[in-house]
């Protein structure tokens, strides 16, 4: 196997240079859409709650619509 080529300090300059400005985007990124992440969790979270509500409604509006003497 051969010896690994010696690389030009221009192309390790330019790869650092990537890393370090993908690593900056990915947080600048992160932080804006943290807090939509958020709002949608808390609306999901309420609509899930409402939900739960109207089934618990539903459940027992049939529950007593079948309790009844004319079976």
């Known amino acids: ?12 300059t330019a790869r650092w ?4 400005i993908g690593m900056l ?5 992160f932080d804006h859409l943290k807090p939509i992440a958020e709002e ?3 609306v999901e979270e309420a609509e899930k ?3 739960e509500e109207q089934e618990r409604i ?3 509006l ?6 009844t003497i004319l079976k």
């Open 1 to 12: 196997m051969a010896p690994p080529v010696a690389v030009s300090p221009l192309i390790k």
């Open 17 to 20: 240079s990537a890393l370090l």
């Open 25 to 29: 985007y990915g947080k600048q990124r």
């Open 40 to 42: 949608e969790r808390r």
């Open 49 to 51: 709650k409402l939900r």
């Open 58 to 60: 539903y459940k027992q």
């Open 62 to 67: 049939s529950e007593a619509s079948s309790d």
